[in-house]
């Protein structure tokens, strides 16, 4: 059982930088990929990044790809999303999602454990 907790949204002006964290309980985490995904109001849910259970392995949307870095710390069972440059367009609710296996997906319907989300608003 894993339990995932983010934090670090909040209402930033566009062009603005922010770091969400998702801290992850249980003695497992460095076996999971983590991913993260959002929502905003009225859209699906959308992959954003995800990164493997060692690092070695990122990977990114196109729409966030070169503004966003995923990086974890597996002693402090955490992951972190830096988020540069960004964007009214990136407003949603950010969700990070614990998948085991070896595999890296895409898919939120391959991810075992979930977040709360936080929220991240980017005003223009």
């Known amino acids: 059982q894993v339990q995932l907790v983010e934090s670090g949204g909040g209402l930033v002006q566009a062009g603005s930088s922010l770091r969400l964290s998702c801290a992850a309980s249980?003695?497992?985490?460095?076996?999971?990929?983590m991913g993260w995904f959002r929502q905003a109001p009225g859209k699906e849910r959308e992959f954003v990044a995800l990164i493997g259970w060692n690092a070695r392995s990122t990977y990114y949307a196109d729409s966030v790809k070169g503004r966003f870095t995923l990086s974890r710390d597996n002693a402090k069972n955490t992951v972190y999303l830096q988020m540069t440059s960004l964007k009214p367009e990136d407003t949603a609710v950010y969700y990070c999602?614990?998948?085991?296996?070896?595999?890296?997906?895409?898919?939120?319907?391959?991810?075992?454990?979930w977040g709360q989300g936080t929220q991240v608003t980017v005003s223009s």
């Open positions: 249980g003695r497992t985490f460095s076996t999971y990929a």
């Open positions: 999602a614990a998948k085991s296996g070896a595999n890296i997906a895409t898919m939120g319907e391959a991810y075992d454990y």
